[in-house]
Nanobody
Framework: QVQVVESGGGLVQAGGSLRLSCAAS????????MGWYRQAPGMQRELVAT???????NYADSVKGRFTISRDNAKNTVYLQMNSLKPEDTAIYYC????????????WGQGTQVTVSS
């Protein structure tokens, strides 16, 4: 089992910044992936960014150049620094943990609201 705890989020004006954090604990292999997805009202959940334990990153085109994902492997913690926020970034952001790159098992956090006002 894996536990996923998110923090951060909130309300910010357009052009502002926010930082999300997500800590994972439990049975996590040395080769894993962590990341962030988001879901806006009436929309499907979509990828924001992921990062492997080998620090390979993947970003959605819509956030490239504005968001930065990073991690602390010793703490199994992932961060999402969000700059130049836009109203269309408003969504519930979910942390995703894939404890092993050799399986498709995923664990999710409870979600944290990010609201960007215009």
């Amino acid at each position: 089992q894996v536990q996923v705890v998110e923090s951060g989020g909130g309300l910010v004006q357009a052009g502002g910044s926010l930082r999300l954090s997500c800590a994972a604990s439990g049975s996590i292999s040395r080769f894993n992936r962590m990341g962030w997805y988001r879901q806006a009202p009436g929309m499907q959940r979509e990828l924001v960014a992921t990062i492997t334990s080998g620090v390979t990153t993947n970003y959605a085109d819509s956030v490239k150049g504005r968001f930065t994902i990073s991690r602390d492997n010793a703490k199994n913690t992932v961060y999402l620094q969000m700059n130049s926020l836009k109203p269309e970034d408003t969504a519930i952001y979910y942390c995703n943990v894939r404890p092993s790159l050799f399986t498709d098992n995923d664990y999710w956090g409870q979600g944290t609201q990010v609201t960007v006002s215009s």
